[in-house]
């Protein structure tokens, strides 16, 4: 089978839309995060860190027996204490944002680092992870008004992975969800945007920046190391920092590529896992040893041409002082 032909083949194998799915989940999470704290003013570049201590976190917990929700709840416990850390920093005690972020980054990475060299020291292999059981929901695909749905290329491919997923994915899919509906349409959602976009007009109302952006910045750190602990539980049988691979700071680049737009985001993370799992399935097909070496600089490469395209917009929303 010709290169063109086996790249085309990806697209009609459901492995290939499962994968994708699953990967869209953590970035989806981390996302979430990362935007939710933009909308606030809070520039987290402490994301790879959140998202690296989280991924490890979870996998520490399963191994010590917890069960799987268990783990991704104090996986993002974690992300909570983060949080708190880096809000208080940034906003009362006004360090700045790059600074602490890049801090907790190294920090919290290094940590997870040396934890795990004396936990696993003496393993031959990666340690091996349980991951989540998908859940068949394919009945839904076979109801009687399924069939309205046109039954154009890849769509009942797509349909079939999405309705074997995983939990933790149906629950990131119900957290955009939510979140969207905060932001546009409720009174905190008014306020979230107005503390990023005019944080002078919130103190002429008399409310608190610092506490806005401090709940932001706990809330939104917390989804990051849920997605850090999605990617452990979801992804691989096993773990390693290489199964990372900059996705914190991907998720922050398709973030700022969205424009803190919550539909946007989605829509950018989803493009972004189809692209990385493509490029998987297509290693595997046509066994390309260069784009094999090369397929792990992909995210820092994109997120180094988008960062560098949008860095005047960041710069105006996110100054060097704090307000």
């Not at 976190?57 to 027996?65: W, Y």
């Not at 096993?238 to 985001?265: E, H, K, Q």
């Amino acid at each position: 089978m010709s290169g063109l032909g086996a790249a085309l083949q990806v697209l009609a194998d459901t492995s290939f839309w499962m994968a994708a799915i699953a990967l869209t989940a953590p970035l989806l999470y981390a996302a979430m995060g990362a935007m939710l704290c933009g909308q606030a003013g809070v520039l987290t570049l402490g994301i790879e860190g959140i998202v690296t201590s989280g991924a490890f976190v979870a996998l520490l917990s399963t191994r010590a027996g917890t069960a799987h929700w268990t783990a991704l709840v104090i996986a993002a416990s974690t992300g909570t204490l983060l949080g708190l850390a880096s809000g208080i920093l940034t906003s009362p005690l006004r360090l700045p944002q790059r600074t602490t972020g890049l801090a907790i980054t190294l920090l919290a990475a290094g940590t997870c680092q040396l934890v795990y060299g004396i936990v696993f020291a003496t393993a031959a292999t990666p340690p091996s992870i349980v991951p989540f059981s998908s859940i068949d929901l394919s009945w839904i695909w076979r109801l009687p008004y399924m069939s309205a749905i046109p039954d154009l290329p890849y769509v009942s491919e797509f349909g079939r992975a999405l309705f074997h997923a995983t939990s933790p994915v149906y629950l990131a899919l119900i957290t955009a969800l939510a979140i969207g509906l905060v932001i546009k349409h409720t009174p905190l959602g008014l306020a979230l945007r107005a503390c990023g976009e005019n944080p002078a007009a919130i103190k002429a109302q008399g409310r608190s920046v610092h506490r806005l952006r401090v709940g932001a910045s706990i809330v939104g750190s917390t989804l990051m190391a849920m997605g850090g602990g999605t990617l452990a539980l979801t992804s691989a049988d096993a773990f390693s920092f290489s199964l990372l691979s900059g996705r914190g700071f991907a998720a922050l680049m398709l973030t700022m590529l969205a424009g803190w737009r919550i539909g946007r985001t989605f829509l950018a993370v989803l493009a972004f896992a189809m692209v990385d799992a493509y490029q998987l399935h297509l290693q595997h097909r046509l066994g390309d040893p260069l784009a094999l070496t090369l397929s792990p600089l992909l995210p820092y490469a994109i997120a180094l041409v988008v960062l560098v395209a949008t860095s005047r917009s960041t710069m105006r929303r996110f100054p060097l002082s704090a307000d």
